[in-house]
């Protein structure tokens, strides 16, 4: 999982051979609990686990949270990643073990940072948004590095995220750099990301930092990326080395997702909501949720404990009976 290149050329990302685009699927996953909301995942996927620090994209919406229920994560635990939470409709009330209440709307990020531990949840629903219709957005996770992982927990609400216009464009810029335009969101690696609205019909040349991947989640609208078309839904990878990536909105106005970052050169295990790396470390990760929500005191120090949230806190599931292998 090295990139062997000191010196990847730069070009323009516009079509043809010279720039394969990769296309990712996405999977339906139901998120849990009895009137489980239906996500759509791009990563990890069969192809691809990173791009960039992001190992994770779940994609939903939007979603008449009268019919399914909204969204209802009940109290669960992470360790050595970020959550990245970006909404395009709708209402979602984070709790974690910080003491942080904090509700998030469109246009603004919820990040949250594991370190060697936090537990959190997440409510989208009628009973905590009476008038909420409509739930729509993305969740991304970031794999924290070695320096990082084991690091404290820590949680930041951005209200407002920088942006620019290009080429009739709006880029809301909620992790990273681009156009000039830094989010004050923590990054423990290099990384970017975006939300692009495009106008029907326009074409924009997104000046990208050639050093880093690329992948661009289609939300609306009908887009080419570099040339390729792109299904709703679907995330187009591109390598290291696009200086300027070319979009193209078919005819009516498109909105989508650019995340990047310089490749993730560190072996992880991912296995439920935990990133370590070594089946140890997952396990270990595993026992001591399990020891907090009986209410041992090591598992307490470990995952801490949301207040406010009306349920039990979710277990995690079993291990499986084979050593979980670094992707
Ligand atoms: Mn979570």
Known sequence: MTNLESRPREHVC??????PVELIPPRDV???????MTVRRTLPSRQRSFIGAFCFADHYGPDDIAETGGMDVAPH???????VTWLFEGEVLHLDALGSVQAIRPGQLNLMTAGRGIC?????????????????????????????RNGERAFEHVADVPAFDVDGARVQVFMGTLGGV???????????????DLPAGATVRLAVDPAFEHGVLLDTGSLTVAGTALEPAWLAYLAPGCAEVVLAAGAEPVRAVL??????????????????RTHDEVAEARAHWQAAIAGDPDG????????????????APELPNVQLRPR
Do not use: C, K
């Open 30 to 36: 139901p998120l849990g609990g009895p009137r489980a």
């Open 77 to 83: 635990p992470h360790t050595g990643l970020q959550t």
């Open 182 to 196: 830094t989010s004050p969101a923590r990054a423990d690696t290099p990384l970017v990301a975006a939300q692009l």
């Open 14 to 19: 516009v079509a043809g051979p010279a720039v």
């Open 300 to 315: 307490v120090a470990r995952f801490g404990h949301v207040t406010g949230y009306e349920g039990p806190p979710l277990p």
């Open 259 to 276: 995340i990047g970052g310089t490749p993730f050169e560190e072996q992880i295990v991912m296995w439920w909501n935990f990133i370590g």
């Open 120 to 148: 959190h949840s997440e409510e989208g629903t009628l009973v905590r948004f009476p008038a909420q219709r409509r739930l729509h957005g993305v969740q991304l996770w970031t794999a924290l590095p070695d320096a990082t």
